[in-house]
Protein backbone atom coordinates (compact mmCIF):
# COMPACT_ATOMS: atom_id res chain seq x y z
CA UNK A 1 0.00 0.00 0.00
CA UNK A 2 1.54 3.52 -0.89
CA UNK A 3 2.06 6.03 2.45
CA UNK A 4 -0.15 8.49 2.46
CA UNK A 5 1.09 11.56 4.14
CA UNK A 6 -2.17 12.71 5.42
CA UNK A 7 -2.93 16.15 7.25
CA UNK A 8 -0.82 16.52 10.94
CA UNK A 9 -2.68 16.99 14.07
CA UNK A 10 -1.22 17.83 17.41
CA UNK A 11 -0.79 14.38 19.86
CA UNK A 12 0.17 15.89 22.99
CA UNK A 13 0.11 12.12 24.82
CA UNK A 14 2.87 11.51 22.11
CA UNK A 15 4.97 14.86 22.37
CA UNK A 16 4.67 15.60 18.55
CA UNK A 17 2.99 16.38 15.69
CA UNK A 18 1.51 13.13 14.10
CA UNK A 19 -0.60 12.02 10.72
CA UNK A 20 -4.30 12.01 11.34
CA UNK A 21 -6.42 9.27 9.75
CA UNK A 22 -7.52 9.97 6.37
CA UNK A 23 -8.97 7.67 3.61
CA UNK A 24 -6.28 6.96 0.86
CA UNK A 25 -8.98 7.45 -1.81
CA UNK A 26 -10.11 10.89 -0.55
CA UNK A 27 -8.55 13.84 -2.63
CA UNK A 28 -9.75 16.40 -0.23
CA UNK A 29 -7.60 17.51 3.12
CA UNK A 30 -9.14 17.23 6.47
CA UNK A 31 -10.23 20.39 6.56
CA UNK A 32 -12.14 20.73 3.54
CA UNK A 33 -13.90 17.25 4.30
CA UNK A 34 -14.70 18.64 7.66
CA UNK A 35 -16.52 21.57 6.56
CA UNK A 36 -18.55 19.18 3.93
CA UNK A 37 -19.23 17.21 6.71
CA UNK A 38 -20.99 20.47 8.64
CA UNK A 39 -22.82 21.52 5.87
CA UNK A 40 -24.39 18.28 6.04
CA UNK A 41 -25.27 18.30 9.57
CA UNK A 42 -26.63 22.18 8.86
CA UNK A 43 -24.06 23.64 11.41
CA UNK A 44 -21.11 25.86 10.47
CA UNK A 45 -17.86 24.84 12.53
CA UNK A 46 -17.50 27.83 13.44
CA UNK A 47 -20.95 26.85 16.07
CA UNK A 48 -18.65 25.29 18.86
CA UNK A 49 -20.02 26.07 22.32
CA UNK A 50 -18.00 26.84 25.20
CA UNK A 51 -19.31 27.00 28.86
CA UNK A 52 -17.04 29.39 30.00
CA UNK A 53 -19.15 31.03 33.03
CA UNK A 54 -16.71 31.10 36.21
CA UNK A 55 -14.07 29.43 34.57
CA UNK A 56 -10.25 30.43 34.91
CA UNK A 57 -7.62 28.56 33.12
CA UNK A 58 -4.01 29.20 32.21
CA UNK A 59 -3.09 29.32 28.67
CA UNK A 60 0.15 28.42 29.06
CA UNK A 61 -1.07 25.01 30.71
CA UNK A 62 -1.85 23.63 27.40
CA UNK A 63 0.72 22.79 24.97
CA UNK A 64 0.17 21.81 21.88
CA UNK A 65 3.04 21.58 18.65
CA UNK A 66 1.20 23.62 15.95
CA UNK A 67 3.73 24.13 13.55
CA UNK A 68 2.96 22.67 10.09
CA UNK A 69 -0.41 21.81 11.76
CA UNK A 70 -3.75 22.08 9.93
CA UNK A 71 -6.68 21.35 12.32
CA UNK A 72 -10.08 20.05 11.76
CA UNK A 73 -12.83 20.41 14.48
CA UNK A 74 -16.13 20.30 12.73
CA UNK A 75 -18.41 18.58 15.03
CA UNK A 76 -15.84 18.32 17.79
CA UNK A 77 -17.23 18.98 21.67
CA UNK A 78 -14.58 21.08 23.88
CA UNK A 79 -15.47 21.10 27.64
CA UNK A 80 -13.54 23.55 30.00
CA UNK A 81 -13.34 23.26 33.20
CA UNK A 82 -10.73 24.67 36.19
CA UNK A 83 -8.77 21.11 35.97
CA UNK A 84 -7.81 21.86 32.28
CA UNK A 85 -8.53 21.08 28.79
CA UNK A 86 -10.20 18.07 27.72
CA UNK A 87 -10.99 17.59 23.85
CA UNK A 88 -13.42 14.93 22.75
CA UNK A 89 -13.42 13.55 19.15
CA UNK A 90 -14.55 11.37 16.31
CA UNK A 91 -12.87 8.55 14.86
CA UNK A 92 -14.35 7.57 11.42
CA UNK A 93 -13.69 6.14 7.91
CA UNK A 94 -15.25 5.08 4.98
CA UNK A 95 -16.79 1.89 2.55
CA UNK A 96 -14.27 -0.40 2.74
CA UNK A 97 -15.18 -3.94 4.53
CA UNK A 98 -13.01 -6.11 6.87
CA UNK A 99 -13.34 -9.72 7.54
CA UNK A 100 -13.06 -10.95 11.01
CA UNK A 101 -11.82 -14.10 11.76
CA UNK A 102 -13.73 -15.86 14.27
CA UNK A 103 -15.30 -19.10 13.55
CA UNK A 104 -16.28 -18.64 10.39
CA UNK A 105 -15.93 -15.92 8.12
CA UNK A 106 -17.25 -12.59 8.40
CA UNK A 107 -17.25 -9.08 6.34
CA UNK A 108 -17.90 -6.00 8.19
CA UNK A 109 -17.22 -1.76 7.73
CA UNK A 110 -14.78 -0.71 9.05
CA UNK A 111 -16.50 1.76 11.45
CA UNK A 112 -14.27 4.29 13.17
CA UNK A 113 -15.70 5.74 16.67
CA UNK A 114 -17.14 8.42 17.99
CA UNK A 115 -16.55 9.55 21.49
CA UNK A 116 -17.96 12.55 23.25
CA UNK A 117 -16.11 11.83 26.09
CA UNK A 118 -15.42 9.28 28.77
CA UNK A 119 -18.70 9.26 30.42
CA UNK A 120 -20.87 9.18 27.59
CA UNK A 121 -22.49 6.34 26.07
CA UNK A 122 -20.54 5.04 23.02
CA UNK A 123 -21.99 5.60 19.68
CA UNK A 124 -21.29 4.02 16.51
CA UNK A 125 -21.63 5.41 12.81
CA UNK A 126 -23.86 3.29 10.84
CA UNK A 127 -23.47 4.15 7.22
CA UNK A 128 -20.55 3.39 5.08
CA UNK A 129 -19.05 7.08 4.16
CA UNK A 130 -17.35 9.26 6.23
CA UNK A 131 -19.08 12.20 8.34
CA UNK A 132 -16.65 14.06 9.78
CA UNK A 133 -13.07 14.02 10.32
CA UNK A 134 -11.88 15.13 13.83
CA UNK A 135 -9.01 14.68 16.44
CA UNK A 136 -9.03 13.06 19.58
CA UNK A 137 -6.62 14.83 22.25
CA UNK A 138 -6.34 14.65 26.10
CA UNK A 139 -3.36 16.36 28.31
CA UNK A 140 -1.82 13.34 30.06
CA UNK A 141 1.69 12.19 31.02
CA UNK A 142 3.18 11.10 27.45
CA UNK A 143 4.45 7.61 27.31
CA UNK A 144 8.63 7.81 27.19
CA UNK A 145 10.00 7.65 23.68
CA UNK A 146 10.99 3.89 22.89
CA UNK A 147 14.18 4.21 20.84
CA UNK A 148 15.71 0.48 21.43
CA UNK A 149 13.48 -1.60 19.09
CA UNK A 150 11.98 -4.70 21.15
CA UNK A 151 13.29 -8.16 20.93
CA UNK A 152 9.62 -9.98 20.28
CA UNK A 153 6.54 -8.15 18.13
CA UNK A 154 3.28 -9.68 18.30
CA UNK A 155 0.30 -8.53 16.30
CA UNK A 156 -3.71 -9.09 16.04
CA UNK A 157 -4.77 -10.44 12.22
CA UNK A 158 -7.89 -9.10 11.19
CA UNK A 159 -8.02 -4.99 11.32
CA UNK A 160 -4.86 -4.69 12.32
CA UNK A 161 -2.30 -6.72 9.91
CA UNK A 162 -4.08 -8.20 7.37
CA UNK A 163 -5.66 -5.61 4.87
CA UNK A 164 -9.48 -5.06 4.78
CA UNK A 165 -9.43 -7.62 1.79
CA UNK A 166 -8.30 -10.64 4.28
CA UNK A 167 -4.47 -10.74 2.65
CA UNK A 168 -1.26 -9.55 3.57
CA UNK A 169 0.15 -6.87 2.02
CA UNK A 170 3.56 -6.39 0.38
CA UNK A 171 4.80 -4.09 2.75
CA UNK A 172 3.76 -6.33 5.58
CA UNK A 173 5.29 -8.97 4.43
CA UNK A 174 8.68 -7.31 3.68
CA UNK A 175 8.41 -5.78 7.28
CA UNK A 176 7.92 -9.21 9.21
CA UNK A 177 10.67 -10.79 6.93
CA UNK A 178 13.23 -8.17 7.52
CA UNK A 179 12.53 -8.37 11.43
CA UNK A 180 12.88 -11.83 11.17
CA UNK A 181 16.33 -11.14 9.35
CA UNK A 182 17.36 -8.48 12.21
CA UNK A 183 16.28 -11.61 15.12
CA UNK A 184 13.28 -10.00 16.32
CA UNK A 185 10.77 -12.71 16.13
CA UNK A 186 7.18 -12.17 15.06
CA UNK A 187 4.31 -13.43 16.52
CA UNK A 188 0.39 -13.45 15.14
CA UNK A 189 -2.39 -13.26 18.16
CA UNK A 190 -5.72 -14.04 16.94
CA UNK A 191 -9.30 -15.15 17.45
CA UNK A 192 -9.02 -16.70 14.39
CA UNK A 193 -8.67 -21.03 14.42
CA UNK A 194 -6.24 -23.01 13.19
CA UNK A 195 -8.20 -23.98 10.08
CA UNK A 196 -8.24 -20.21 9.35
CA UNK A 197 -5.19 -19.03 9.35
CA UNK A 198 -4.10 -19.60 5.16
CA UNK A 199 -3.16 -15.60 4.32
CA UNK A 200 0.12 -16.27 6.72
CA UNK A 201 1.28 -19.42 6.05
CA UNK A 202 4.63 -19.43 4.69
CA UNK A 203 5.21 -15.90 5.79
CA UNK A 204 7.82 -16.70 8.29
CA UNK A 205 10.74 -18.43 7.79
CA UNK A 206 11.63 -18.81 11.37
CA UNK A 207 9.56 -18.06 14.09
CA UNK A 208 6.15 -19.63 13.12
CA UNK A 209 4.10 -19.70 16.33
CA UNK A 210 0.41 -18.73 16.49
CA UNK A 211 -1.86 -17.77 19.12
CA UNK A 212 -4.86 -18.56 18.36
CA UNK A 213 -8.78 -19.20 19.27
CA UNK A 214 -8.25 -16.14 21.46
CA UNK A 215 -4.70 -18.31 23.58
CA UNK A 216 -6.18 -21.15 24.02
CA UNK A 217 -4.53 -22.65 21.26
CA UNK A 218 -0.67 -21.91 20.25
CA UNK A 219 0.43 -23.41 16.87
CA UNK A 220 3.18 -23.82 14.46
CA UNK A 221 1.94 -23.14 11.22
CA UNK A 222 5.16 -23.89 9.60
CA UNK A 223 5.06 -27.46 10.65
CA UNK A 224 1.28 -27.42 10.98
CA UNK A 225 1.33 -28.88 14.79
CA UNK A 226 -0.79 -28.16 17.88
CA UNK A 227 1.77 -26.82 20.21
CA UNK A 228 -0.85 -26.52 23.70
CA UNK A 229 -5.03 -26.40 23.99
CA UNK A 230 -6.35 -25.48 27.07
CA UNK A 231 -10.08 -26.49 26.04
CA UNK A 232 -13.99 -25.61 27.38
CA UNK A 233 -15.16 -29.23 28.79
CA UNK A 234 -17.95 -30.59 26.92
CA UNK A 235 -19.82 -30.56 30.45
CA UNK A 236 -19.16 -27.32 31.03
CA UNK A 237 -20.23 -25.82 28.10
CA UNK A 238 -23.56 -27.27 28.19
CA UNK A 239 -24.00 -25.66 31.88
CA UNK A 240 -23.02 -22.60 30.17
CA UNK A 241 -25.56 -22.49 27.67
CA UNK A 242 -28.48 -23.83 29.37
CA UNK A 243 -27.65 -20.81 32.10
CA UNK A 244 -27.35 -18.40 29.36
CA UNK A 245 -30.64 -19.38 27.51
CA UNK A 246 -32.38 -18.89 30.99
CA UNK A 247 -31.54 -15.70 31.56
CA UNK A 248 -31.03 -13.78 27.72
CA UNK A 249 -33.38 -13.83 25.05
CA UNK A 250 -32.85 -13.60 21.31
CA UNK A 251 -29.49 -15.68 21.65
CA UNK A 252 -28.54 -18.51 19.33
CA UNK A 253 -24.50 -20.80 20.18
CA UNK A 254 -22.13 -22.84 17.98
CA UNK A 255 -18.99 -24.22 19.10
CA UNK A 256 -15.43 -24.66 18.11
CA UNK A 257 -12.83 -27.45 18.52
CA UNK A 258 -10.32 -25.64 16.21
CA UNK A 259 -10.57 -27.89 13.92
CA UNK A 260 -14.50 -27.44 13.08
CA UNK A 261 -17.35 -25.62 13.94
CA UNK A 262 -21.10 -26.45 14.71
CA UNK A 263 -23.68 -24.00 14.74
CA UNK A 264 -27.81 -24.18 15.67
CA UNK A 265 -30.13 -23.80 13.24
CA UNK A 266 -30.75 -20.32 14.96
CA UNK A 267 -27.12 -19.41 14.59
CA UNK A 268 -27.49 -19.76 11.14
CA UNK A 269 -30.54 -17.74 10.70
CA UNK A 270 -29.26 -15.13 12.83
CA UNK A 271 -26.04 -14.82 10.65
CA UNK A 272 -28.40 -14.69 7.53
CA UNK A 273 -26.05 -16.53 5.14
CA UNK A 274 -26.61 -20.01 5.12
CA UNK A 275 -24.28 -21.05 2.24
CA UNK A 276 -21.31 -20.42 4.99
CA UNK A 277 -22.82 -22.78 7.26
CA UNK A 278 -24.36 -25.63 5.20
CA UNK A 279 -21.84 -26.48 2.34
CA UNK A 280 -22.05 -30.25 1.80
CA UNK A 281 -17.99 -30.14 0.83
CA UNK A 282 -16.79 -28.61 3.64
CA UNK A 283 -15.84 -30.47 7.01
CA UNK A 284 -15.13 -28.13 8.72
CA UNK A 285 -18.69 -26.68 9.65
CA UNK A 286 -21.92 -28.47 10.43
CA UNK A 287 -25.52 -27.63 11.77
CA UNK A 288 -27.53 -28.98 14.52
CA UNK A 289 -29.45 -28.94 17.48
CA UNK A 290 -27.78 -27.95 20.75
CA UNK A 291 -27.31 -31.85 22.24
CA UNK A 292 -25.57 -32.72 19.42
CA UNK A 293 -23.05 -30.07 19.28
CA UNK A 294 -22.42 -30.26 23.20
CA UNK A 295 -21.73 -33.81 23.04
CA UNK A 296 -19.28 -33.50 20.25
CA UNK A 297 -16.02 -32.98 22.63
CA UNK A 298 -14.04 -30.63 24.07
CA UNK A 299 -13.57 -26.75 22.84
CA UNK A 300 -11.52 -23.77 22.34
CA UNK A 301 -14.34 -21.31 21.80
CA UNK A 302 -18.33 -21.28 22.66
CA UNK A 303 -20.09 -18.56 19.83
CA UNK A 304 -23.02 -16.75 21.30
CA UNK A 305 -24.93 -14.89 18.72
CA UNK A 306 -27.83 -12.56 19.72
CA UNK A 307 -30.33 -11.96 16.81
CA UNK A 308 -30.01 -7.98 17.31
CA UNK A 309 -28.29 -5.26 19.80
CA UNK A 310 -25.31 -3.54 20.87
CA UNK A 311 -22.00 -5.72 21.01
CA UNK A 312 -20.43 -4.20 23.97
CA UNK A 313 -23.57 -4.59 25.73
CA UNK A 314 -24.30 -7.62 25.15
CA UNK A 315 -20.15 -9.33 25.63
CA UNK A 316 -21.12 -7.49 29.49
CA UNK A 317 -24.27 -9.57 29.66
CA UNK A 318 -22.68 -12.76 29.08
CA UNK A 319 -19.70 -11.84 31.11
CA UNK A 320 -22.08 -11.25 33.53
CA UNK A 321 -23.75 -14.57 33.60
CA UNK A 322 -21.48 -16.55 32.92
CA UNK A 323 -19.14 -15.13 35.65
CA UNK A 324 -15.66 -16.74 36.30
CA UNK A 325 -16.87 -19.90 35.28
CA UNK A 326 -15.69 -18.65 31.49
CA UNK A 327 -14.06 -15.83 29.92
CA UNK A 328 -16.09 -13.75 27.36
CA UNK A 329 -15.26 -11.08 24.78
CA UNK A 330 -15.59 -9.83 20.84
CA UNK A 331 -13.76 -8.98 17.97
CA UNK A 332 -16.65 -7.99 16.13
CA UNK A 333 -16.84 -4.83 15.31
CA UNK A 334 -20.79 -4.49 14.89
CA UNK A 335 -22.59 -7.89 15.16
CA UNK A 336 -23.52 -9.19 18.66
CA UNK A 337 -21.32 -12.12 18.97
CA UNK A 338 -19.46 -12.66 21.75
CA UNK A 339 -16.68 -15.26 22.08
CA UNK A 340 -16.41 -17.47 25.00
CA UNK A 341 -13.12 -19.35 26.07
CA UNK A 342 -12.14 -21.69 29.43
CA UNK A 343 -11.28 -19.53 32.29
CA UNK A 344 -8.45 -17.25 32.12
CA UNK A 345 -7.45 -17.83 29.06
CA UNK A 346 -6.85 -14.39 27.21
CA UNK A 347 -4.38 -13.31 24.24
CA UNK A 348 -2.18 -11.90 26.74
CA UNK A 349 -2.43 -15.19 28.90
CA UNK A 350 -0.52 -17.01 26.22
CA UNK A 351 1.71 -14.37 25.43
CA UNK A 352 3.27 -14.04 28.90
CA UNK A 353 3.77 -17.80 28.82
CA UNK A 354 5.68 -17.78 25.85
CA UNK A 355 7.49 -15.01 26.75
CA UNK A 356 8.57 -16.66 29.90
CA UNK A 357 9.47 -19.83 27.64
CA UNK A 358 11.67 -17.29 25.61
CA UNK A 359 13.18 -15.02 28.05
CA UNK A 360 11.84 -11.96 27.09
CA UNK A 361 10.63 -9.77 29.21
CA UNK A 362 6.92 -7.95 29.10
CA UNK A 363 8.86 -4.73 28.24
CA UNK A 364 10.51 -5.83 25.52
CA UNK A 365 7.21 -6.76 23.55
CA UNK A 366 5.67 -4.83 21.07
CA UNK A 367 2.03 -5.58 20.71
CA UNK A 368 -0.80 -4.16 17.46
CA UNK A 369 -3.88 -4.77 17.91
CA UNK A 370 -7.68 -3.22 17.52
CA UNK A 371 -10.49 -5.07 19.15
CA UNK A 372 -11.58 -5.52 22.77
CA UNK A 373 -10.04 -9.68 22.82
CA UNK A 374 -6.18 -7.34 22.26
CA UNK A 375 -6.77 -5.48 25.50
CA UNK A 376 -5.58 -7.50 28.00
CA UNK A 377 -2.62 -8.15 25.22
CA UNK A 378 -1.82 -4.65 24.94
CA UNK A 379 -2.28 -3.94 28.69
CA UNK A 380 0.45 -5.94 29.02
CA UNK A 381 3.14 -5.35 26.96
CA UNK A 382 5.58 -2.47 27.32
CA UNK A 383 5.09 -1.07 23.61
CA UNK A 384 1.48 -1.00 22.83
CA UNK A 385 0.14 0.00 19.49
CA UNK A 386 -3.42 0.48 18.69
CA UNK A 387 -4.74 0.74 15.07
CA UNK A 388 -6.45 4.03 14.69
CA UNK A 389 -9.88 2.45 13.80
CA UNK A 390 -9.45 0.52 17.02
CA UNK A 391 -12.86 0.11 19.81
CA UNK A 392 -13.34 2.78 22.21
CA UNK A 393 -11.10 1.24 24.95
CA UNK A 394 -8.27 -0.09 23.23
CA UNK A 395 -8.06 4.41 22.17
CA UNK A 396 -8.26 4.65 25.72
CA UNK A 397 -5.04 3.34 26.84
CA UNK A 398 -1.70 4.63 27.05
CA UNK A 399 -0.67 3.59 23.85
CA UNK A 400 0.96 4.43 20.45
CA UNK A 401 -1.89 4.84 18.15
CA UNK A 402 -0.72 4.06 14.52
CA UNK A 403 -2.60 4.68 11.35
CA UNK A 404 -5.03 1.73 9.27
CA UNK A 405 -4.49 -1.61 7.59
CA UNK A 406 -5.66 -0.66 4.58
CA UNK A 407 -2.77 1.18 5.13
CA UNK A 408 0.23 -1.26 6.29
CA UNK A 409 0.28 0.75 9.64
CA UNK A 410 1.70 -2.54 11.21
CA UNK A 411 4.63 -2.78 8.53
CA UNK A 412 5.32 0.86 8.54
CA UNK A 413 6.01 0.67 12.27
CA UNK A 414 8.12 -2.18 12.26
CA UNK A 415 10.09 -0.75 9.62
CA UNK A 416 11.17 2.55 11.78
CA UNK A 417 12.81 0.01 14.37
CA UNK A 418 14.67 -1.92 11.98
Not at 209 to 219: C, D, K, L, P, W
Request: charged residues 25%; negative net charge; contains cysteine.
Amino acid sequence: MADDPGVLVPDVAAGRARRTDRDLDLSQPAAAVAAAADRRIGQPAAAVQFGVAAVRFAVAAVRFAVAAVRFAVAAVRVALSAVGLAVAGVRVTVTERIGVGLAEPEWHPIRWWWRADRNRQRERQSIAEIEAVAVTSELTTPRPVRTKPPRLIVSDLDGTFLSPDGTVSERNVAAVRAAEDAGIPVVFATGRPIRFLEPIRGLRRTHAIVIASNGAMTYDVGRDLVLSVTAIDHRLAAEAFSALRGELDGIAFGVDSGARAGYEQRYVDFHGCEELFIAPDDPHRYVGELPELVADGDFVKLLVLQESGDVDRFTAEVARVLGDRLTATHSSPTRPLVEVSAAGVSKAATLARLCDQLGVPAADVAAFGDMPNDLEMLRWVGMPHVMAHGHPDLLDLDAEVIGSNADSAVGATIETWL
